[in-house]
């Protein structure tokens, strides 16, 4: 082991196991038995999921992690019914999942709002669909616009807004429905180290002032210990449950946290799990370069 | 000024230079047209006899072949008799720039020269109603046919084998048809225009509409939208800048089944007075009509460009030029 000062992981701090055993008295909001997902493709089946067994408790913040393929788009889509399941149950407080609902609301990787409508216009779509008048909600999305901080934008058009802005209104578009349970796959995938930290400190924020459960979807190892209270490993081919791990390290989190001794165990932990210790052998080390010198003898850079 | 500015590979050209290219992809045929109309030299396959000396058969303002002009002269000079005198000439149906330009005008101020002629603007009128009734119809058909076909596989599969095979019969051969079942008026011209339309169209725009990003569908479906709500709220709105791009296009194209279909049954518009001024070689008419259809085309695109620019605000391809 590279720190072999550092605690287990498993070891848990006493507010930090109090908080695990409130947490698991709280309802169960999703329940997943046995989940199993084969695409039949005209190359052969694929098993993408197998035999997944979870269940997250009501304002329970949960990242699913993995490596690539291993099938976390297609859980999370499941969850959100935008794709069926070839075996298994997934019940909402107790009832089966047949199909897309407001209960479940869902933040994509890639940009999903609606570019012909202003951001004001896009946090009340859901609610329009759902039969609520306009003027309603126009005031709803006004408050749930400011809880993101994106009020000034409210008559922007998407396409006016930068990466980290589009999924604030997305959220604040899930979350106009108060849904159940917030599903993210990937959300921040795609934005720059920095805006990437604020968005997680303010996902933080708002999921500790409303009744919210998330699930998160991540390949980022730091991401998922400084989200989390409980991580979901996922193996590839096929995918299945590897570990779900409590995360030790206390809440309220913040960013230097990152280097205390549960943060770094999780980690190490979470390395151990997903970058498997024997490495498939890498075609870019079979290239062995041949250095010529173009330059002159006298001409130096170091 | 620096040449490799001009040829940057896929980059936007600074406003100053669109515009000037812009007025000289007009000018430069123009320019050609002026070199062959203006310059005795160039080309003047023809001479214009003003005094027909002592040919029997020439007359002032007749048009002869450069060739028998020639053989004349050189024959009359060899019996020692008047030479014949005229001017280099081009043919009769390439008539100048300026000829084409008074023509253009007096068209408009004139009376027809048959009594049962039509003023020009009339002709045209008639052909801006055959156009927006064929392209209405078609669309009213076309536009919800096409979103169906791209919303609904069944709708598609349906569908569009047959029109993928229809589209390839040529519009005009339904002529004789079209006369048969509606007569010999403006029925016709206009069923010919939404058979050139039509099929085209459904297929432009099922195409579109299966462009749409699947992901506002699902997302707009975990907002809680049910399948009706979803073509209405999303598709809809999502594919509309595209829409009326495909439209503008269609349009066009329903532009150029136009001589055609007023050719069928009893002529009539614009190509009742080619056809009829080509009759009397008026060829500056002709053209005039000619340049007037192209006008009217790229003016009311244009018309329509700007019209979208603030219809979808949102629509950044559009907005940005
Ligand atoms: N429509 C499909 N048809 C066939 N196979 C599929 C389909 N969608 C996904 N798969 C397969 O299922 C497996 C899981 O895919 P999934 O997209 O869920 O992985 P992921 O964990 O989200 O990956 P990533 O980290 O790249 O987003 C992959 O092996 C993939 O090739
Ligand atoms: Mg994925």
Known sequence: ?????????????????????????????????????????????????KGINFKTHRREFVCVLGPSGCGKSTLIRILAGLESHTSG??????????????????VFQGYTLFPWLTVKKNVMFGLEMNGTSAFEAGREAELWLELVGLERFANAYPHELSGGMKQRVAIARALVNQPRILLMDEPFGALDAQSRARMQAHLLEIWRNIDITILFITHDLD??????????????????????????????????????????????????????????????AEVKPHMIRFVNVADNVE | MNLSSWFAVRRELSPRKRTMLGAGSFLLPLLVWCIVSYVPFVWHPMVLVNNPGDVDYFQVGMLVDKGVFAEESSTMQSLGKILPEGNPANPIYLPAPHEVAKAFYTAFITPPEQHDGQWLHESLWHSVQIIFWGFLISSLIGVPLGILCGTYSAVSRLNEPFIEFFRYLPAPAFGALAVAILGIYDGPKISIIVIGTLFQQVLI???????????????????GTNRIRLLFHVILPGILPELYRDQRILLGWAWTYLIVAELIGTSSGITWFITQQARYQHFDNVYAAIFMIGLLGLGSDQLLARLGKKLFPWDRPANKE
């Open chain 1, 89 to 106: 149950d997934v019940l909402l407080d107790g009832k089966p999942v047949t199909g897309p609902g407001r209960d479940r609301g869902m």
């Open chain 2, 205 to 223: 725009i099922a195409n579109t509409t299966r462009k749409l990003d699947y992901a506002l569908l699902e997302a707009a479906m975990t907002l």
């Open chain 1, 1 to 49: 082991m590279k720190h072999p000062q550092l605690p287990s992981y498993l070891d848990q701090s006493e507010t930090v196991r109090d908080r695990f055993a409130r947490l698991k008295q709280r309802d169960v909001v999703l329940e997943v038995k046995d989940l199993g997902k084969v695409y039949k493709s005209t190359k052969g089946d694929v098993t993408a999921l």
């Open chain 1, 223 to 284: 991401e998922a210990i400084f989200l989390a209270d409980r991580i979901l490993v996922l193996k590839a081919h096929p995918g299945e449950v590897q570990e779900l791990i409590e995360v030790p390290v206390p809440r309220p989190r913040h960013a230097n946290q990152s280097t205390s001794p549960e943060f770094l165990a999780t980690k190490a932990r979470l390395e151990a799990l997903i970058h498997p210790p024997e490495p498939e052998p890498d075609p870019d």
